[in-house]
């Protein structure tokens, strides 16, 4: 998108669950990358890194799930990989050419860190592997460059992650995010529209349209603003959070939570108040969180259980953003509901 705009397509997924699951994976990454604005031969390539990151799952890995989508920063296409275990002891063997404890070729890791733009694994024995392959169009900034989407500073690919999920057996997400960056600013959206389906997927579509068009008012007009927009709706929880150096801001109605981590001491979480935009909004209130530049804030709907930050594992913990949404879908997601998590480091 434009002028450093950025908003939401939902993730498509694959469970690797069965050997023909990784055909599967290729021929949605190739189709999805398309639909990404990859032309010439990118398809095929984003098509062989879902494949390897696939069979890696197939052949290694259990309760693996390969997660296809837009570029959370920009133009491109990105594969997410993540399972529960047993992880990978020997992490950098596995990503050298001819390394395999399978007596195939051994080219998988580390065809995928050549052929993508931007390449991010980690894993942990026994919590298991999360990996993010982001491809770009040819001409286009580097997926996890210095560099915002647009030339603008500010939002680098390696300090944002974002995952997007219908409710299992619903074609609409009702959930939804968006995310406008300037230099030295970012302003983050997260909207979760009430129930699931169309008419949910109708009003956060709403919200995020208000959040896109004025991304530089104060967080209590853009909420009030959006109040106003959904009253002919159902109604929405939403959680607007603006960065700057240093801090957080913070402004939410409704089941839209904010946790920031810290590898030192426990996480700090942010509640939302209660209410519904578009039905009864009590009065806008901002809270303001130190955030430093190599912190994550991670913002999410219910759709991500919140317990998880209660206690998260100190491979969570330590996940960088474009792991951490993945890894919480996977792990703490509530199927029967939309689920979104937009993961933002803080700004130097």
């Not at 062989?48 to 197939?58: G, I, K, R, Y």
């Not at 939002?155 to 609409?172: D, N, S, T």
Request: glycine share 12%.
């Amino acid at each position: 998108m434009s002028g450093g705009e950025l908003g939401t397509v939902p993730t498509a997924q694959v469970r690797i669950d069965h050997h023909s699951a990784v055909h599967l994976a290729a021929e949605l990454a190739r189709r999805t990358a398309r639909q990404c604005g990859l032309d010439g031969s990118l398809p095929d390539q984003a098509a062989a890194v879902a494949s390897e990151l696939a069979s890696n799952l197939d052949k290694h890995a259990g309760d693996g799930v390969v997660y296809l989508q837009p570029l959370p920063t920009g133009e491109g296409f990105e594969v997410l990989a993540v399972d529960r275990g047993p992880g990978m002891g020997e992490l950098q063997r596995c990503l050298a050419d001819g390394y395999t404890t399978t007596n195939t070729l051994g080219t998988g890791l580390g065809a995928v860190s050549r052929v993508a733009d931007a390449f991010v694994i980690r894993t942990r024995v026994p919590d298991g592997t999360v990996a993010s392959a982001r491809l770009t169009p040819r001409g286009g900034s580097p997926a996890g460059g210095p560099a915002g989407p647009s030339g603008r500073d500010g939002l680098p690919g390696h300090r944002v992650g974002a995952i997007c999920l219908p409710a299992e057996g619903e074609e609409h997400c009702g959930d939804g995010w968006s995310l406008h960056a300037t230099a030295g600013q970012v302003t983050a959206a997260v909207v979760d529209g009430l129930g699931h389906g169309e008419a949910a997927a109708r009003a956060a579509r709403l919200a995020l349209r208000i959040a896109r068009e004025a991304p530089d008012s104060a967080l209590p007009a853009l909420m009030s603003e959006m109040h106003r927009a959904l009253r002919h709706t159902r109604g929405a929880a939403v959680g607007l959070v603006r960065l700057e150096p240093g801090r957080l801001h913070f402004c939410g109605v409704g089941n839209v939570r904010v946790c920031v981590l810290h590898h030192d001491r426990p996480p700090r979480r942010i509640e939302s108040r209660p209410g519904i935009v578009g039905w009864n909004l009590p009065t806008p209130h901002v809270r303001t969180e130190p955030l430093e530049a190599d912190r994550l804030a991670v913002v999410h709907s219910d759709g991500i259980q919140a317990r998880w930050s209660h206690d998260p594992s100190r491979f969570l913990s330590h996940l960088p953003a474009p792991l951490l949404p993945a890894a919480l879908a996977h792990r703490h997601r509530r199927l029967r509901d939309d689920a979104t998590a937009l993961a933002l480091t803080g700004l130097r």
